[in-house]
């Protein structure tokens, strides 16, 4: 894993510490990030992680364990370097001098105080991270480069979903235009935003439209150089990286989430069922207040087979009375096929049982 990690606050502790983790996944490794911080008696206050590309972007915050309170810089280096040897196991043996660069972890400090600790500065941090690593090398999906359209909700690819971006330069303004069509979503603008602004581009002017589902999104830029982009190969990198940024919220899977009264080792407890049962975290988001904790996973099959309804039992045991909520995530990918398809209904059908399944174990079920 390529591996930077930086210090800034989280609003629910005084100062905790917050490390920043980024590099190549692999099947289990967010469940062994939290169970090496649980060895090294660390509290988890909050966590976020994203995995795209088979790339890890995770920010974690801290606290020790016994006392709650901010851990000292001298044990942030131990920590540092337990960390690093965990990023840097891999089961294979064919590890190039690239792959051990990407390996590294760094601490760094003193982010801008204003803001610390919110949403959107955690998934804007997440964004320049898997950036960094990078996460736009070898796409999961085609690029499609040519004449934007909007998809009419009649049309034959309707189910496809497919992603296209297309830029031209505009010579007579000096602009390069980008536009982007592709399923409308939740803070779609705000990860294409990032984005530009990362890679170092300034919007002039921007439109946004929505139509049967879809979002068409057009952006007139030029490099803060002042220039429009000048080479294919510059534009391909912005497109990649813009697919990138699309892509890396979109999850095809199961959506759970957990609540529970908190105590130390929970998270690594509930990853290390989710591992054992292998089940692949993609995206997750963890938040702890008033004694409570609440788990949000991403999850999907590590081998593409139906989720085994063996873990909800496992889970229930080792944690005891937890409150559950289950929603499909599922969507289709461009390359939709007749077994994908098939695959989608048995993630529905799990998210159904397993949804049925909690109920019986807590009185206390989550809606989402």
Aim: hydrophobic share 35%; charged share 25%.
């Amino acid at each position: 894993m390529t591996g930077s990690r930086k210090i800034f606050k989280c609003q629910s502790l005084p100062e905790p510490r917050a490390i920043e983790m980024t590099g190549r996944d692999r099947p289990g490794l967010f469940s062994e990030i939290t169970a090496a911080l649980a060895d090294l008696h660390c509290n988890i206050v909050e966590a976020h992680a994203w995995s795209h590309n088979a790339r890890l972007a995770c920010v974690v915050y801290i606290s020790e364990e016994s006392t709650d309170t901010p851990i000292d810089h001298n044990r942030l280096t131990a920590i540092e370097d337990h960390l690093t040897t965990v990023l840097r196991a891999t089961t294979t043996q064919n590890t190039n001098e690239e792959n051990v660069k990407q390996q590294e972890v760094k601490t760094a400090y003193g982010l801008n105080p204003e803001g610390e600790g919110t949403v959107t500065d955690v998934e804007r941090r997440l964004h320049q991270l898997m950036l960094s690593v990078p996460d736009f090398e070898s796409p999961s999906k085609p690029i499609i480069v040519g004449s934007p359209r909007l998809i009419d909700s009649s049309d034959d690819h309707k189910e496809e979903k497919m992603l296209r971006v297309y830029i031209e330069n505009c010579d007579e303004k000096g602009y390069s235009i980008v536009a982007i069509q592709c399923k409308d979503r939740r803070r779609l603008m705000f990860d294409t935003v990032c984005t530009l602004a990362d890679m170092q581009y300034v919007i002039f002017h921007a439109s946004v439209d929505s139509r049967g589902g879809y979002a068409f999104q057009e952006y007139f830029i030029r490099h803060v150089d002042g220039y429009a982009m000048s080479s294919e190969s510059e534009k391909q990198r912005v497109i990649k990286c813009l697919e990138a940024a699309i892509e890396r919220r979109v999850c095809e899977g199961i959506r759970l989430e957990l609540c529970a009264n908190n105590r130390v080792g929970l998270l690594s407890d509930i990853t290390r069922v989710l591992r054992e049962n292998g089940l692949a975290v993609v995206r997750a988001d963890i938040a702890t207040e008033g004694g409570k904790a609440r788990n949000i996973f991403y999850l999907r099959d590590n081998s593409g087979n139906n989720i085994d309804m063996k873990f909800l039992k496992s889970m229930k045991t080792e944690m005891g009375e937890i409150d559950v909520a289950v929603n499909d995530e599922t969507t289709i990918t461009t390359t939709t096929t007749t077994s994908s398809m098939t695959r989608g209904s048995s993630f529905r059908s799990f998210g159904d049982l397993m949804k049925s399944q909690f109920e019986k174990l807590s009185q206390n079920f989550i809606t989402i």
